[in-house]
């Protein structure tokens, strides 16, 4: 039997949580709550944090350690919850537990030994109801929130309550795991961060389109595919795997563990599922479709509640998310040093901000035929960019490609000598919109699918997504 960690363990332990963002937050509110007193640890230097943070850090009454080398304090430590931005292979986490555990997970800590675990894994070791829990490259929320939606439809004949959690949950794990029942269920989303050092699976493991992500995190694909194996791994013969059939990593991950394997395919949509009401762009949003509804099925709710539930699903904002649409005409300079009237009727704007990989852009792009603006670029994740080039010069429908942050360059290179063009050099969102002002008339889309991570030019991709909306909106 694995050893397991319940709030009784932690009582006489000391407690460190790794990372005092919206997870560490979470972790170390739980222990205070349960009368542990946890130290907290953030290798951002304390000076650098806001007053209101560092006033709310300070509220809580605990011992903190803030910098740059703050995790070269862990010696004496019993017991640390890691928050998932810290990798596994941090040189002070091997030191202090004296392995690695990026290269082994799911070791049995012998006694007096240090143990490093997360919120996802605490929460999965004392969780009292079951857990679907989804997981890939693409589509994770999407599908999670359609799931939850369906179940939340169900509970009526299910008499259990859904709750919806991890990435895309407005309420993080530890915040509900007390309330939580045994006939209840538990949606949640899973990056590989979170399930790298589990060791459970969860009742229903969902595999979604499994490709690349995170290589600036994993060493390489296959550290990211064996990190999101623990979906299937620990799964018993009473557990169903949800399986992507289109994505051989997806299979792989998929065929492990011994659950129930069911397939599903974005091809193959179920006969009582209405595409034409179908309010998501894209292909592979009728993959999530198709995920959400096996799961679905697999708990035998009823074909109309899982129809009416995609019929009125309009999507997460920032995946794909329609802003609005351009009505009217704009004053523009003439090539005379004038003025001139241009057309920006139908103009569409849809915020793909979550978008951080080259492989979600692709389906971004291929989810329109009307003429498209596409904005690539943004901070490093060690992507490679050569499938996205190739289906940005085979695309029949891309007009202008505007081309942002550090990995401009990367994507231009990539792109060779193509016959689309490009604009580059914005260096904010308003410089942005003024190139989409130079190119853009009726009928085109503009499309944010940047295919990279957000930080230089923007906090995060959220607030990349809330800059572009602000400016469609005042277009």
């Given at each position: 039997?694995?050893?397991?960690?319940?709030?009784?363990?932690?009582?006489?332990?000391?407690?460190?949580?790794?990372?005092?963002?919206?997870?560490?937050?979470?972790?170390?509110?739980?222990?205070?709550?349960?009368?542990?007193?946890?130290?907290?640890?953030?290798?951002?230097?304390?000076?650098?944090?806001?007053?209101?943070?560092?006033?709310?850090?300070?509220?809580?009454?605990?011992?903190?350690?803030?910098?740059?080398?703050?995790?070269?304090?862990?010696?004496?430590?019993?017991?640390?919850?890691?928050?998932?931005?810290?990798?596994?292979?941090?040189?002070?986490?091997?030191?202090?537990?004296?392995?690695?555990?990026?290269?082994?997970?799911?070791?049995?800590?012998?006694?007096?030994?240090?143990?490093?675990?997360?919120?996802?894994?605490?929460?999965?070791?004392?969780?009292?109801?079951?857990?679907?829990?989804?997981?890939?490259?693409?589509?994770?929320?999407?599908?999670?929130?359609?799931?939850?939606?369906?179940?939340?439809?169900?509970?009526?004949?299910?008499?259990?309550?859904?709750?919806?959690?991890?990435?895309?949950?407005?309420?993080?794990?530890?915040?509900?795991?007390?309330?939580?029942k045994p006939e209840d269920w538990v949606v949640y989303e899973l990056s590989s961060f979170q399930l790298q050092d589990l060791t459970r699976s969860p009742h229903i493991g969902v595999v979604l389109m499994t490709t690349s992500e995170h290589l600036d995190y994993h060493k390489d694909n296959v550290e990211y595919v064996d990190a999101k194996s623990a979906i299937t791994k620990f799964q018993s013969p009473d557990d169903f795997a949800i399986i992507n059939a289109d994505f051989p990593s997806s299979v792989k991950i998929g065929e492990l563990g011994k659950g129930k394997k069911v397939y599903f395919s974005g091809n193959k949509v179920p006969e009582f599922i209405d595409t034409a009401s179908v309010q998501l762009r894209g292909a592979h949003n009728l993959e999530n479709i198709c995920a959400a509804a096996t799961v679905a099925e697999a708990l035998n709710v009823s074909k109309d509640i899982i129809r009416q539930a995609v019929s009125n699903?309009?999507?997460?904002?920032?995946?794909?998310?329609?802003?609005?649409?351009?009505?009217?005409?704009?004053?523009?300079?003439?090539?005379?040093?004038?003025?001139?009237?241009?057309?920006?009727?139908?103009?569409?704007?849809?915020?793909?901000?979550?978008?951080?990989?080259?492989?979600?852009?692709?389906?971004?792009?291929?989810?329109?035929?009307?003429?498209?603006?596409?904005?690539?670029?943004?901070?490093?994740?060690?992507?490679?960019?050569?499938?996205?080039?190739?289906?940005?010069?085979?695309?029949?429908?891309?007009?202008?490609?505007?081309?942002?942050?550090?990995?401009?360059?990367?994507?231009?290179?990539?792109?060779?000598?193509?016959?689309?063009?490009?604009?580059?050099?914005?260096?904010?969102?308003?410089?942005?919109?003024?190139?989409?002002?130079?190119?853009?008339?009726?009928?085109?889309?503009?499309?944010?699918?940047?295919?990279?991570?957000?930080?230089?030019?923007?906090?995060?991709?959220?607030?990349?997504?809330?800059?572009?909306?602000?400016?469609?909106?005042?277009?």
């Open positions: 039997m694995k050893w397991q960690m319940g709030i009784q363990e932690l009582k006489n332990k000391l407690v460190a949580v790794l990372g005092n963002g919206q997870e560490g937050q979470a972790t170390a509110n739980y222990l205070i709550k349960h009368g542990i007193k946890p130290v907290l640890f953030d290798q951002r230097p304390w000076e650098e944090w806001p007053d209101a943070e560092q006033d709310k850090i300070k509220t809580l009454g605990v011992n903190f350690i803030f910098g740059p080398d703050a995790l070269k304090e862990l010696a004496g430590f019993d017991v640390a919850f890691r928050s998932p931005g810290i990798p596994l292979s941090h040189p002070d986490l091997v030191k202090w537990l004296g392995y690695d555990l990026s290269l082994n997970p799911s070791p049995s800590p012998g006694e007096g030994n240090p143990i490093l675990t997360s919120q996802t894994k605490y929460f999965f070791d004392n969780c009292p109801c079951k857990i679907i829990g989804v997981t890939g490259t693409k589509g994770k929320g999407t599908t999670a929130s359609l799931i939850h939606i369906i179940l939340e439809a169900n509970s009526y004949k299910l008499k259990a309550k859904s709750y919806l959690t991890g990435n895309i949950g407005k309420t993080q794990p530890l915040v509900i795991l007390d309330d939580l699903f309009k999507g997460l904002e920032h995946r794909l998310e329609f802003v609005g649409e351009k009505q009217g005409v704009y004053p523009v300079k003439s090539a005379a040093g004038g003025t001139a009237s241009q057309s920006f009727n139908g103009v569409k704007f849809y915020n793909d901000s979550f978008s951080t990989t080259p492989e979600t852009a692709i389906a971004g792009i291929k989810a329109f035929s009307e003429p498209l603006i596409v904005i690539l670029g943004g901070s490093k994740k060690n992507s490679d960019f050569s499938e996205l080039s190739k289906a940005i010069n085979e695309s029949t429908n891309i007009k202008t490609l505007i081309l942002i942050g550090e990995e401009a360059g990367s994507i231009k290179q990539a792109l060779g000598q193509t016959q689309i063009p490009m604009l580059e050099g914005a260096k904010n969102m308003e410089e942005i919109f003024a190139q989409i002002k130079s190119v853009a008339s009726s009928g085109d889309v503009v499309l944010l699918s940047p295919a990279c991570a957000s930080f230089g030019m923007f906090k995060n991709y959220k607030e990349r997504g809330e800059q572009f909306k602000k400016y469609a909106k005042e277009f």
